[in-house]
C-alpha cells in the first residue's frame, strides 16, 4: 500500500478545489480523503433524495464531513430523482433502480455545485467492476460524458486502470498517487482506510430500495396501472409499508402489517378511502382508486380476515375518505381463499 500524500507537502499556491460526491459509504469518503491529502481542496457534497438511505445516511456524511474536517454541501435532489425513477432513459437494473441514470443526475448536479464554487473537478468514489450495472467500464464513461463531466471526473480508487482524467493531465495530481483498485472485494479499501484513520463507515449495503424486490414489484405494479407520472411522493412512500393487493385495474389495497404501520397509514388518507374497525382489534387500511361496492365489501373483507374476529361472524368497518363516512359490515373471506394470493403484489 503506497503513502498517502498530505497536503502540507504540496506547494502553498493557490489551492485547487474539487467537489467529491459522498454517499455516507465508505469507497466515496475514501475516495475525497486521498484527494484532500494531495492538497486539494476538496467539499463535500451529498446529494439526498427519496432512495438515498434517509437521515441515517445524512448523519453518517455530516460526522464523516467533521472527522476529515472538510466543508459539506447537501442538496435536496428528490423532486428530479423521482422523474428519474419514472422515466430512466437507460432503464432499471433487476429491480426498478435505474443507476445509469441515476449516477448521472448525482454527476450532474456535482457539476452545478463544482461551478458554482469555482471548483475544477469533481471526485467520485467509483471503482471499476465493483457493481455490475453501473460501474463496469462502458458505463463509467457513459456517465462521464452524458453527465458533461468528461476528463473532470476523477475516480481516485481506480483511476490508474483509467484514461487520465483533467487533475492529473495538469499535474495537479500524481498518477502515482491514486490506485488500482478493481471488483467487488473491499479488502483494499479497508486497509486504505486504517491507513487513513477512517473507521466511521457503515457496512457496504446492496442497493436501494429500488433494487428489492417487493418494493420493485410494488412499484411495477403501480406504473403500470397508474402510470408512472401519476405516482407521486407520497405514492412512492406509499409502497414501503403494508401488505398490497390488487383488486382490480382501477383498485388496490393496502393493510396495515403491524401497530407502527396502523399508525402510519392514516397519514396517506389523502385522496383515499380509509377502513378501519370498529368493534374488534384489527388492521388499518387504504383503499385506493374508486371502487364498486362489490370491490368495497371484498377489500374489507379480506382485511376483515387480518382481524380479531369471530369465525362466520361480520366485523364492523368504518370507511371514510373521499367526502363520505359511513360504516360496513363484512363477514371475513376464510384465509384458504385461493384468490388471496393473486391479489397480493409483492
Ligand atoms: S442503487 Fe442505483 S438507483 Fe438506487 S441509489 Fe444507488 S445508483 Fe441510485
Not at 298 to 306: D, K, N, T
Request: proline share 5%.
Amino acid at each position: 500500500m503506497k503513502n498517502p500524500g498530505h497536503a502540507d507537502e504540496r506547494s502553498s499556491e493557490k489551492r485547487v478545489k474539487a467537489i467529491a460526491a459522498v454517499s455516507g459509504g465508505l469507497d466515496s469518503i475514501l475516495a475525497a480523503a486521498v484527494v484532500s491529502r494531495l492538497g486539494i481542496d476538496v467539499t463535500l457534497l451529498y446529494v439526498k433524495h427519496l432512495f438515498s438511505g434517509g437521515e441515517k445516511k445524512e448523519g453518517a456524511v455530516k460526522r464523516q464531513a467533521e472527522g476529515l474536517g472538510l466543508p459539506l454541501r447537501i442538496v435536496d435532489g428528490t423532486v428530479e430523482h423521482l422523474d428519474i425513477v419514472r422515466h430512466p432513459r437507460h432503464g432499471y437494473g433487476r429491480g426498478m433502480n435505474p443507476c445509469l441514470d441515476c449516477r448521472i443526475f448525482l454527476l450532474k448536479t456535482a457539476k452545478r455545485v463544482m461551478e458554482e464554487e469555482g471548483a475544477e473537478f469533481v471526485i467520485t468514489g467509483e471503482v471499476l467492476n465493483q457493481r455490475p450495472m453501473s460501474q463496469h467500464r462502458g458505463a463509467l464513461d457513459v456517465v462521464a460524458e452524458e453527465s458533461g463531466l468528461s476528463d473532470r471526473l476523477l475516480r481516485p480508487l481506480s483511476a490508474n486502470l483509467l484514461p487520465d482524467a483533467l487533475p492529473v493531465k495538469e499535474g495537479w495530481i500524481d498518477r502515482e498517487d491514486l490506485y488500482s483498485f478493481s471488483g467487488r472485494s473491499r479488502r483494499e479499501q479497508a486497509a486504505l482506510a486504517r491507513q487513513l484513520e477512517i473507521s466511521d463507515y457503515p457496512q457496504p449495503a446492496g442497493g436501494c430500495l429500488l433494487t428489492e424486490k417487493v418494493y420493485a414489484a410494488r412499484l411495477r405494479d403501480a406504473f403500470e396501472h397508474a402510470g408512472a407520472d401519476a405516482v407521486d411522493i407520497d405514492g412512492f412512500r406509499l409502497l414501503r409499508y403494508g401488505r398490497h393487493f390488487r383488486l382490480s385495474d382501477r383498485v388496490k389495497v393496502i393493510v396495515g402489517r403491524n401497530e407502527a404501520e396502523n399508525d402510519i397509514l392514516p397519514g396517506f388518507s389523502q385522496g383515499r378511502i380509509l377502513l378501519e374497525p370498529v368493534d374488534v382489534m384489527g388492521p388499518t387500511t387504504l383503499i385506493e382508486g374508486e371502487p364498486s361496492e362489490g370491490e368495497l365489501e371484498l377489500a374489507a373483507a379480506i382485511v376483515a380476515r387480518y382481524s380479531d374476529s369471530v369465525e362466520g361472524r361480520p366485523v364492523r368497518f368504518r370507511v371514510s375518505g373521499v367526502g363520505s363516512e359511513r360504516e360496513l359490515d363484512v363477514i371475513p373471506l376464510p384465509p384458504e381463499d385461493p384468490r388471496i394470493a393473486g391479489w397480493r403484489i409483492g
